[in-house]
């Protein structure tokens, strides 16, 4: 046995201690309070495994950077290929073959509009990628974004983000940048009109809420920026590499735009990875001279590893269907689930190949409790749910944004039909439940929600 499999044998028990001691205790608490605070032993594909070999279901997919599957072998396979060839990686003042490789694998699946790729580490430096090349290409400097949206956490894309539980503390945000309101083409054409917008950045489908985009609302929302000069940035850091049962969620309605933005499962969920895909327009008139020629991009980016997971995800992405898979499963779990419309709790089922959402709503009538609940904490009616499918269930799952009751599900795409039906059973007999409010669970989500207050937004992520 290596030192490593010692050192984690041996103090591998201590993981929420040691945790609470040098890295964060407000979230080993938080965990501790709703239950969550399982030793995980071991995890492969769509499932989980705590230290007494129980197996867990994981609807969490990491925020969704496990499409391929937790710790998927032929992924694994690669990187350690690549770790036994000792490549020249990150020369620095120099390029090796890997970057452009997966920049060509990248072009070859996305709209012609797109010609150039400008690694990354994470889906926010994405962003910030897409901000300042946005910026400097159109000679503009307004950013415009959709309400509800997320984009990731540095300052940059904070400021395209109006939630308060994220932007309160930690302004001023960047100047220029404004939100309007998802589905409002009027609301978005005044903005434009104005003929100052840099980009507008949307996500083809929010991930906080799991909110689906209006018929014709992306495709129109192209055409009006094309119209008066902003350039139409799509963010595919969530909905990216087969989430919605497409490679990309902007083929459900034939966009093309000038920048794409992708990160999470590029690398099969190994390595920190990101990207911003650009029109040559785009990179052009960035990049466009001698001393420009390294204008953005960062020490780690694009990192060997990071682009040999990326060609081996794509590869697997490819080889296992997983794509037509997304969305064959995604259709049944919407065929699956819709029928609990039918519970007065249950406001509507939503979805998109595997990027599914359950919103709950008080009962016709009124309810004193789901008032209670709302009065603590909107939104505390999905822990009623999200607490007992993890305690009783043994299923992962997370409410789909600070104050919302929406629960969300983001399962690697490797999840199978007998996982969805556990994943159904479990959820028709937890929202009949809850519906109930019975006394005990109400209680324990009060408590839960007054001891853990302020940490919550950790699992009410994108
Ligand atoms: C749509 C979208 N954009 C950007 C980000 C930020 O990505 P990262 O967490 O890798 O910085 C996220 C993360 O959840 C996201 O969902």
């Known amino acids: 046995m290596g030192w490593l499999s010692e050192l984690v044998e041996e103090r591998g028990a201590e993981a929420l201690d040691l945790h609470a001691q040098t890295?964060?205790?407000?979230?080993?608490?938080l965990l501790r309070t709703i239950g969550f605070d399982r030793r995980w032993a071991r995890a492969q594909g769509a499932y989980l495994w705590d230290e007494d070999d129980n197996r867990y279901l994981d609807l969490l997919g990491g925020f969704g950077m496990f499409n391929v599957g937790r710790n998927n072998p032929r992924v694994r396979e690669a990187l350690v290929e690549a770790l036994g060839l000792e490549r020249p990686g990150s020369v620095q003042l120099g390029v090796d073959s890997l970057p452009a490789l997966l920049a060509e694998e990248l072009l070859r699946r996305v709209p012609s509009s797109v010609e150039r790729v400008l690694f990354t580490s994470s889906g926010t430096e994405a962003v910030e990628a897409a901000l300042k090349l946005g910026r400097a290409a159109s000679g503009r400097t307004r950013v415009l974004s959709a309400e509800h949206a997320f984009h990731g956490l540095t300052l940059g894309a904070l400021s395209a983000n109006t939630a308060p539980e994220f932007t309160s503390r930690f302004g001023p945000l960047l100047p220029g940048f404004e939100q309007v309101p998802w589905n409002d083409l009027e609301a978005l054409e005044r903005q434009l009109a104005r003929e100052d917008v840099a980009l507008f950045i949307v996500e083809p489908v929010q991930g906080k809420g799991v909110n689906l985009p209006a018929d014709g609302y992306l495709a129109r929302a192209q055409e009006l920026c094309r119209r008066y000069?902003?350039?139409?940035?799509?963010d595919e850091v969530q909905t990216g590499f087969g989430r919605t049962g497409r490679l990309f969620a902007l083929e459900h309605w034939g966009l093309e735009p000038d920048l794409i933005t992708v990160a999470k499962s590029l690398s099969g969920g190994y390595v920190p990875v990101g990207a911003l895909l650009m029109t040559d327009f785009v990179y052009s008139r960035v990049f466009d001279s001698l001393p420009n020629a390294v204008s953005h991009g960062s020490t780690f980016a694009p990192n060997d590893l990071a682009m040999v997971a990326g060609l081996a995800t794509l590869r697997e992405l490819d080889e296992?269907?997983?794509?037509?898979?997304?969305?064959?499963l995604g259709d049944r779990l919407l065929e699956r689930t819709r029928p609990l419309e039918e519970r007065s709790v249950v406001h509507e089922v939503r979805g998109l190949g595997l990027m599914w959402a359950i919103e709950f709503e008080e009962p016709d009538g009124g309810s004193r409790t789901w008032k209670l609940l709302e009065r603590i904490q909107p939104g505390l009616f999905s822990q009623l749910v999200v607490v007992p499918l993890f305690r009783d269930h043994r299923i992962f799952s997370q409410v789909a944004g600070h104050g919302l009751n929406v629960l969300k599900a983001l399962p690697p795409l490797v999840v199978t039909e007998d996982d969805l039906e556990w994943f159904v059973s479990a959820l028709e007999e937890t929202v009949a439940r809850a519906e109930k409010m019975p006394r005990a669970l109400v209680r324990f989500a009060v408590v839960a929600a007054r001891a853990g207050r302020t940490p919550r937004r950790k699992l009410a992520r994108a």
């Open 229 to 234: 000069g902003t350039l139409f940035c799509v």
């Open 320 to 328: 296992q269907n997983l794509v037509e898979r997304s969305a064959r």
């Open 23 to 29: 890295i964060n205790p407000q979230f080993v608490k």
